[in-house]
């Protein structure tokens, strides 16, 4: 993979650290070891608190990362808006960043479904129980969704793939690493699952290196889990 060609100034900025070392290493510990309890336990959270309370405390521990992140990157006076990036300035550029994330779905889907189809990889029973009954289960999953939208692209994107960039003085190792903890982060649903989302991960570092913004990508993460939770409920029934 060739390194973009961009400025001195420009490659400073994208080598800088953005948080101190023990602070990623803890981030980095906390994700493998949520992944790690929920493959062991095959599930995710749902058998002990029920589907809603299980959506509402991954929402709650998505959002601690967020806050834990930013506590690390003001270290290094990193704003959250410099991880997010991009800004929206007229109603076009809502829409512009919105046509390019379901662009991205379109494409990603079919990468992500043919990677499964040679993997023979499937939704696991962790995965399928997660999926929503009722209303307020609907209501919550779509809040959910939101929430990983946010929140995952915020933690992989923006804070590790600029942090793996530094280490590495690559743009690529950043986007690559990112992709390889964003598929271990989901040990819940299996290792061949893990391999596509890894793959899934490393294509969303890809968009967020070429727009210089997370927001085409919260987008389409969140119409990926929204759509894909809401469809796998009319299948099972």
């Known amino acids: 993979m060739n390194e973009p060609s961009i400025s001195t100034a420009a490659r400073n900025e994208l080598y800088r650290a953005v948080a101190p070392a023990w602070h990623t290493a803890v981030l980095l510990l906390v994700l493998l070891g949520f992944s790690l309890s929920s493959a062991r336990t095959g ?22 990362l ?21 800004r929206w300035t007229r109603v076009r550029d809502v ?4 046509g390019i ?34 209303p307020l289960e609907i ?4 809040l959910l969704s939101m929430t990983a939208g946010i ?9 590790l793939q600029r942090q793996f960039a530094a280490w590495t003085g690559s743009a690529s190792g950043g986007i690559v ?11 819940y649903q299996g290792w061949k699952m893990m391999l ?22 919260m987008m389409a993460h969140f119409m990926q889990d929204a759509v894909g939770g809401l469809a796998a409920r009319h299948l099972m029934r």
């Not at 662009?103 to 696991?124: D, K, N, T």
């Not at 210089?212 to 990508?217: F, H, I, K, M, Q």
């Open 177 to 187: 690493l990112q992709g390889a903890v964003f598929g271990a982060a989901h040990g």
């Open 95 to 98: 829409f512009r960043d919105l």
């Open 43 to 64: 599930h995710f959270g749902i058998s002990r608190y029920g589907r809603a309370g299980g959506y509402v405390c991954v929402m709650a521990f998505e959002w601690i």
């Open 101 to 134: 994330a379901v662009g991205f779905l379109i494409v990603g889907s079919i990468i992500l479904q043919g990677l499964a189809h040679l993997l023979h990889a499937g939704a696991s029973d962790a995965l399928r129980s997660l999926f929503p009954r009722s």
């Open 151 to 159: 929140c995952e692209e915020i933690h992989c994107r923006g804070y």
């Open 66 to 86: 967020v806050g834990f992140i930013w506590y690390g990157v003001r270290s290094r006076s990193v704003r959250l808006s410099e991880l997010i990036g991009g």
């Open 196 to 217: 596509v989302i890894a793959v899934y991960g490393i294509i969303f570092g890809l968009l967020a290196q070429w727009r210089g913004s997370l927001r085409p990508g």
């Open 139 to 142: 209501l919550l999953w779509i």
